[in-house]
């Protein structure tokens, strides 16, 4: 009975198998394209972002967008392909945010003043407006 049978069985396998998964492992991150689409979408993220008004009503989350754009970037050109589409999303959706936010900053200045009209025509009509009857 030889008890280092199954050792060296699985220590053949392991010699067959591990060279066929690094090369895979090596294919796989080698064949990961740039993430162009993404970067494009974060950059069309800021422009509409920029558009709205954002540098000035949510200038960090604008400001956050367009680093993680660069990042990606920089990401991309030292072939960190996982990286570079991880920033790009974040960029995205950093860019999405300081949308959201401004669109919600002008609908409260809406509401605000809308309600400061509507308080005003209130008092005005409880004062009587100066009509007899």
């Known amino acids: 009975m030889n008890l280092l049978k199954p050792v060296r ?3 053949r396998r392991l010699r067959i ?13 080698a064949s990961t394209p740039i993430p162009e689409t993404k ?7 800021i422009a509409n972002a920029e ?6 009503l949510a200038a960090l989350e604008l400001r956050e967008a ?12 030292e072939k960190k392909m996982l990286a570079a589409e991880r920033l790009a999303d974040e960029s995205r959706a950093a860019a999405e945010l300081a949308s959201a936010k401004t669109g919600a900053a ?3 200045a809406v509401n ?6 509507t308080a005003a ?12 009857k």
């Open 9 to 11: 069985d699985s220590r």
């Open 17 to 29: 198998a591990l060279p066929a998964l690094v090369l895979l492992a090596t294919a796989a991150c």
């Open 66 to 77: 367009r680093s993680k754009l660069a990042a990606s970037k920089q990401a991309a050109n």
């Open 121 to 132: 025509l209130v008092e005005e009509m409880q004062r009587g407006t100066g009509v007899t």
């Open 51 to 56: 558009r709205v008004d954002a540098a000035s």
């Open 39 to 45: 970067m494009q979408s974060a950059e069309q993220a």
């Open 112 to 117: 605000a003043d809308i309600e400061k009209n």
């Open 106 to 108: 002008k609908a409260n």
